[in-house]
């Protein structure tokens, strides 16, 4: 087993045909075939369904193990060419909607000036999907909603904001200026999908109050959750970050939003995912007080979520 036989496997894996996994390579069809079969002969298993066009269920556990090798491998590099010299490489970071668009503008300006040699890859989605690509190595870091229980992950808090209730014009939630759980649950609400952190603590909230939520549509991010509030398809629960596009009502009775940094607990993150890491934190002690709602984690937060 060698790296080229694991890179033609992520490869094949990516993007789904021996030809194209070639052309990323930048080799020739039959070279990422051999590797493949070499692997497969390797380990005793088929690693890729040639009739179905996708990899095996073996594959894909081949192939996670491969992206983290494949991690460990630039690290390497970018170790090597701090010690020497500033520090140097790409960092595939993750971002939810909602902290990306005031955060990533500061990030990419300050990498620039701290670290000019660092090429940040920002990737945005939900936690929901960041969180198993950092597990897999596709992703050096994400900032994320916690907790997370991913055991292949460990995480610090970063900052904690509200919870508020959106609601459009119209809505009887809008014509508030406080609202409670139990209060918020009379009505229909747009709803993160259960199994998010965010949806689970607010389900403890609604029970420990005596009363259930009632979803009137069950979206993952609360980006697209805050886009349909504004578009007046109803009233949602959102981090206050969120809902800059809607008539924001205070939510008493919620613990807040702790949105944090995922790394892989296996590995030591290279130097420039550790340098990006440090001006991240950095930025947040800067800039958090300029957010509405945002500031830095309580110490019993950042402590509970470094303990995870």
């Known amino acids: 087993m060698d790296l080229r036989q694991l890179s033609a496997l992520v490869a094949l894996a990516d993007h789904g045909s ?10 020739v069809q039959s070279n990422v075939s051999t590797h493949v079969a070499h692997l497969e002969r390797e380990l005793g298993a088929t690693l890729f369904d040639r009739a179905a066009g996708h990899l095996t269920p073996e594959g894909e556990l081949v192939a996670d193990r491969a992206r983290r090798i494949a991690s460990e491998v630039d690290a390497i590099t970018s170790d090597v060419v701090a010690v020497r010299a500033d520090v140097a490489g790409d960092v595939r970071l993750g971002l939810i909607a909602t902290t990306g668009r005031w955060l990533a503008p500061l990030l990419l300006s300050a990498v620039a000036e701290r670290h000019p040699g660092v090429h940040v890859i920002v990737v945005e989605a939900s936690t929901t999907s960041l969180a ?18 991913d055991p292949d992950l460990v995480t610090e808090a970063l900052f904690e904001e509200d919870l508020v209730v959106a609601a459009p014009p119209g809505h009887p939630l809008a014509r508030r200026r406080t609202v409670t759980i139990a209060q918020a649950a009379k009505y229909p609400l747009l709803l993160p999908p259960p199994g998010t952190a965010l949806r689970d603590e607010l389900d403890v909230a609604a029970a420990a109050a005596g009363t259930r939520l009632q979803a009137q549509a069950e979206l993952d991010g609360p980006h ?14 959102l981090p206050a970050t969120a809902s800059a ?4 009502v205070v939510l008493h009775g919620l613990p807040r939003r702790v949105v944090g940094l995922a790394s892989r607990r296996r ?3 290279s130097a420039p995912a550790r340098a990006v890491a440090a001006v991240l934190a950095d ?11 945002v500031r830095a984690p309580q110490p019993e937060a950042s402590a509970r979520q470094s303990a995870r």
């Open 18 to 27: 021996f030809t194209a996994a070639a052309d990323a390579l930048r080799t």
């Open 132 to 149: 198993p690509q950092v597990g897999s190595g596709r992703l050096d870091l994400a900032v994320v909603n916690l907790p997370l229980t």
């Open 224 to 237: 697209l959750l805050a886009s349909l509030v504004a578009r007046g398809v109803g009233a949602a629960i």
């Open 245 to 248: 596009e809607a008539h924001a």
């Open 267 to 269: 590995g030591v993150p």
């Open 283 to 293: 930025l947040v002690r800067e800039h958090a007080a300029d957010q509405y709602s």
